[in-house]
């Protein structure tokens, strides 16, 4: 059974930093691509960034480009999201979630995802 643990959310004030992690177990995750999204209070889930578990390729939302970074540890089979520099926008919760699909990173945002996490408040004070 797959699982996907997101940890790592709080209140930060702006300009602050703050890294999420993604822990994924229950099946071997070369081949998929794992995503960021993030759904703020009355709003859609939006996508962040996604990166290819299999070769490390990434693809960010223009919003969050120079402020996030999307990483992956193999060894403990867990995915990051390192928000830097962030916003009182910057405020929702974040979901992580895989697909089963390695190619162009630019479907990333509109695929439809297999797994899902529970989701962590990330909240930014002004």
């Known amino acids: 059974q797959v699982q996907l643990v997101e940890s790592g959310g709080g209140l930060v004030q702006a300009g602050g930093s703050l890294r999420l992690s993604c822990a994924a177990s229950?099946?071997?995750?070369?081949?998929?691509?794992m995503g960021w999204f993030r759904q703020a209070p009355g709003k859609e889930r939006k996508f962040v960034a996604a990166?290819?578990?299999?070769?490390?390729?990434?693809y960010y939302q223009d919003s969050v480009k120079g402020r996030f970074t999307i990483s992956r540890d193999n060894a403990k089979n867990t995915v990051y999201l390192q928000m830097n520099s962030l916003k009182p926008e910057d405020t929702a919760v974040y979901y992580c979630?895989?697909?089963?699909?390695?190619?162009?990173?630019?479907?990333?945002?509109?695929?439809?995802?297999?797994?899902w996490g529970q989701g962590t408040q990330v909240t930014v004070s002004s």
């Open positions: 229950g099946r071997t995750f070369s081949g998929y691509t």
């Open positions: 990166i290819s578990w299999s070769d490390g390729s990434t």
């Open positions: 979630a895989a697909k089963q699909y390695f190619g162009r990173l630019g479907y990333a945002p509109t695929m439809r995802y297999d797994y």
